[in-house]
């Protein structure tokens, strides 16, 4: 590769990267304190920092009435906790599009590799930026892009040494499934049921292999702190399992069947449920891909291509989980079924970019490009749409004008006031942004110890107040109001907008 070549080949591949994080960050302009788990997240990295970036192992009881242990996958906390509070608090709006950004990078060099075609490589990075789910999930602080990030590191080394042989490819894969295991959760629960799915599918134990020495290394790493990681996430299951039918109920009306949903994130879950297996592809509609794929390889319109055939198998496998996960309402504990499918993305787009190139040529080449130029401007359509309405526009998810006034407020008191929030989503940035004390859990462990009051309240407000000495309610008003909850009115202490601040 001359000079000048190489030039443009470095050019091409980040262009689309800068274009993604772009699209995902310009909405903080409008709304820079979106997202509920945003402040969980930065809570966690503030303790990281506040203990020399280490991981605490001091029971954390400041401001949580329901105290624990940390018990969060300790990469992200400890790559955020070198960032001062200040700057992370500000800037956290662009820290998950910038690992994503890095994983579109990715996508241009694996499909390159695959197919030493710069363009078709563009391509797969464009209809990945543009794919609805992946652009939405990165609308604020979560460690979920570099979870993907690492999971896709982990399964193509994996795969290509599965078909190749090449030593160096089984060592890349080992090492990201290691980081796996303290970088996300869920991403690693995705990888365990791909590993158990290609003992069948490619008969290979490669990739359960991977997963136990993953496990070594990370025990060794993190000198067993993983087992608390481990017992977190098994504890959020099975909080889940007890508490799977009131998943989206409301924290104070309960299940009221004939309530029409007034959240839309609400509504879109319910019509993925009810139209799945179909409803899925408008959120990732590339995964019709290996469908297409399948199709062209039994109809001999594709040559023979056994590492495009793993990433077929890739893609449908986390389809059909994401599906039966919809439909299966026992399965929710589990992880929402839509999500799985954000597992295959970069499979699902380097599949359409080879597909759409076969159709270029064919008689079909220019059909294919009106096509492909609809999908793609739909996607932008509907990525833009659902940033302005669910980010730019948002009140339930974000710190409001209001939301800091009451913040302040609760600050200049001298006495520390012990707060219950209602809705309970609002219970870690009231930690965050106060000095008050907060019926919150410090750990997955500690959900239990809340199901008075979360995912529905069991007992009066007044009940609980006296069981666990809260001095105040935090309210949304356009979540419920004082008389839902047998509140008087008169002792309201501070309100502005619809937040309001009642003495118990």
């Known amino acids: 590769m001359d000079y000048n070549h190489s030039n443009m080949f470095l050019l091409l591949s980040f262009l689309v990267p800068v274009l993604n994080f772009l699209l995902q960050t310009y909405p903080r302009i409008f709304n820079r304190h979106f997202g509920v788990d945003v402040w969980t997240r930065l809570l966690e990295a503030d303790h990281v920092r506040k203990n020399h970036h280490k991981i605490p192992d001091q029971k954390l009881s400041d401001q949580f009435i329901i105290d624990g242990y940390f018990d969060y996958p300790p990469l992200f906390p400890w790559l955020l906790s070198f960032i001062p509070k200040k700057t992370l608090t500000e800037l956290q709006g662009v820290v998950s599009p910038f690992f994503d950004s890095l994983q579109v990078l990715l996508t241009f060099f694996v499909a390159y590799y695959f197919t030493q075609n710069i363009w078709l490589s563009v391509l797969a990075q464009l209809m990945y930026m543009l794919t609805p789910m992946i652009a939405l999930e990165n609308s604020y602080l979560t460690p979920r892009s570099l979870g993907y990030l690492n999971l896709s590191l982990a399964i193509l080394p994996l795969l290509v040494f599965h078909f190749n042989g090449q030593l160096m490819f089984y060592l890349i894969g080992v090492f990201f499934t290691s980081l796996l295991f303290i970088s996300h959760r869920f991403a690693l629960q995705s990888f365990l049921f791909f590993a158990i799915f290609s003992i069948f599918y490619f008969s290979s134990v490669v990739f359960i292999q991977a997963l136990v020495i993953g496990f070594a290394i990370a025990m060794l790493a993190t000198k067993g702190y993983y087992l608390r990681?481990?017992?977190?996430?098994?504890?959020?299951?099975?909080?889940?399992?007890?508490?799977?039918?009131?998943?989206?109920?409301?924290?104070?009306?309960?299940?009221?069947?004939?309530?029409?949903?007034?959240?839309?994130?609400?509504?879109?879950?319910?019509?993925?449920?009810?139209?799945?297996?179909?409803?899925?592809?408008?959120?990732?509609?590339?995964?019709?891909?290996?469908?297409?794929?399948?199709?062209?390889?039994?109809?001999?319109?594709?040559?023979?291509?056994?590492?495009?055939?793993?990433?077929?198998?890739?893609?449908?496998?986390?389809?059909?989980?994401?599906?039966?996960?919809?439909?299966?309402?026992?399965?929710i504990p589990i992880g929402e079924g839509q999500r799985y499918m954000e597992m295959s993305t970069v499979p699902s787009v380097i599949l359409a970019s080879y597909l759409f190139f076969e159709l270029l040529a064919t008689p079909y080449a220019f059909a294919a490009s009106i096509v492909l130029g609809l999908m793609l401007l739909g996607n932008l359509a509907l990525i833009l749409f659902v940033q302005v309405k669910g980010v730019i526009q948002d009140r339930n998810r974000s710190i409001t004008t209001d939301m800091t006034k009451v913040f302040e407020f609760i600050n200049t008191q001298k006495k520390n006031m012990r707060i219950i929030c209602v809705p309970h989503q609002n219970t870690t940035m009231t930690v965050y942004k106060t000095k008050a004390s907060v019926f919150v859990n410090a750990d997955n462990e500690g959900l239990m110890r809340i199901q008075e009051v979360y995912p529905v309240l069991t007992k009066s407000v007044k009940e609980l107040a006296a069981k666990y000495s809260l001095t105040h309610v935090l309210i949304k008003t356009g979540f419920t109001s004082l008389e839902e909850l047998h509140l008087n009115p008169k002792q309201t202490v501070f309100e502005s907008g619809d937040v309001v601040l009642v003495k118990l």
């Open 229 to 331: 990681v481990l017992k977190g996430h098994l504890y959020n299951i099975y909080f889940w399992t007890q508490n799977v039918k009131l998943r989206f109920a409301h924290q104070v009306r309960g299940i009221v069947r004939k309530e029409t949903k007034t959240d839309w994130v609400g509504q879109v879950y319910s019509f993925l449920s009810v139209f799945s297996p179909v409803a899925v592809f408008g959120l990732d509609p590339w995964a019709l891909s290996a469908f297409g794929y399948v199709i062209a390889r039994v109809m001999n319109w594709i040559p023979v291509q056994p590492v495009y055939d793993g990433l077929a198998a890739w893609v449908i496998f986390f389809y059909v989980l994401g599906v039966v996960v919809l439909k299966v309402k026992q399965l």
